[in-house]
């Protein structure tokens, strides 16, 4: 299937590795001109270059933290108009709400709540004087069936999701969609540093702890990035317009719930 977004421009953050980098690596592949955004310059270089040896796309790379204002200035400054826009934070550290501090919960809502409002906010109007837009938001399986160790990911995730259920019923007239991907185990670092806290919790080894993860799962298996990005660029597509404000749970069947 022709994806239909080819020459479209492109804002992937978080794309230096894990799920942002499968989004760029499906995006890029569909002729799509992509703007790689991460935190740590050696990384996103490798990734970027990666892709363009890849696809052949036309691949910018903009190393800055983009939970800040100087960030996300950056960031903009080299996509100004971008017709799709992937956000993506790393997810704030596992533990018992008990050790938490106000300033651990004003960290988690600025990087996985207020930075993707504040990139649609920046980023929406333009799409809609173009009648086309993309914006999809990585979240989280722990939206749908919260993880009792990862509270500051479901409560700051949770409140993005609600946010999106409303602004995404007001753009899509404008062929604008919104939508949240919410991805369950994934092999990517982030599964590792849960299926390392898990373990300490549990008094398991690391080897022990992936195990019973990995049988847990309806899938036998974790997903993969390739996999991740292909959805992702699906919701990016021509096809999707009809397709807005709806949380997609990618998490090979773990997920017991009928709704």
């Known amino acids: 299937m022709k994806l239909g977004i080819e020459g479209r421009q492109a804002l992937v953050c978080g794309a230096s590795m894990g799920l942002g980098f499968g989004c760029a690596q499906a995006l890029a592949a569909e002729g799509v001109n992509v703007t790689l955004v991460a935190r740590r310059a050696e990384l996103l270089e490798q990734a970027a270059a990666e892709i363009r040896r890849a696809s052949g796309a036309a691949v910018t790379a903009v190393a800055c933290d983009i939970t800040t204002v100087e960030g996300r ?3 903009l400054a080299a996509c100004p108009q971008p017709d799709i826009l992937i956000n993506n934070a790393g997810g704030p ?3 018992d709400f008990r050790d938490w501090q106000r300033s651990d919960w004003i960290a988690a809502l600025d990087a996985n709540m207020l ?3 504040e990139l649609i906010k920046a980023t929406v ?6 009648g086309f837009g993309r914006i999809v938001n990585i979240t989280s399986s722990a939206v749908k069936a919260p993880i009792d160790i990862l509270g500051l990911s479901n409560g700051a995730r949770s409140g993005l ?3 999106v259920a409303g602004v995404a019923r007001k753009t899509v007239q404008h062929n604008v969609t919104i939508n949240n991907l919410l991805p369950g185990p994934f092999d990517t670092a982030r599964l590792n540093s849960t299926i390392a806290a ?3 919790a549990a008094g398991k080894t690391e080897d022990e702890m992936r195990e019973a993860r990995r049988l847990q799962n309806p899938a036998r298996r974790f ?8 959805m992702c660029a699906f919701l990016c597509s021509a096809h999707a317009g009809y397709l807005t404000g709806q949380n997609i749970l990618l998490d090979g069947g773990a997920y017991p719930g009928t709704f």
């Open 115 to 117: 930075t993707p409002i």
């Open 161 to 163: 999701t609600g946010f």
């Open 73 to 75: 200035a950056l960031a």
């Open 198 to 200: 898990g373990a300490k």
């Open 125 to 130: 109007d333009g799409m809609i004087g173009r």
């Open 93 to 95: 550290p596992p533990g």
């Open 223 to 230: 997903g993969t990035v390739e996999e991740f990005g292909a």
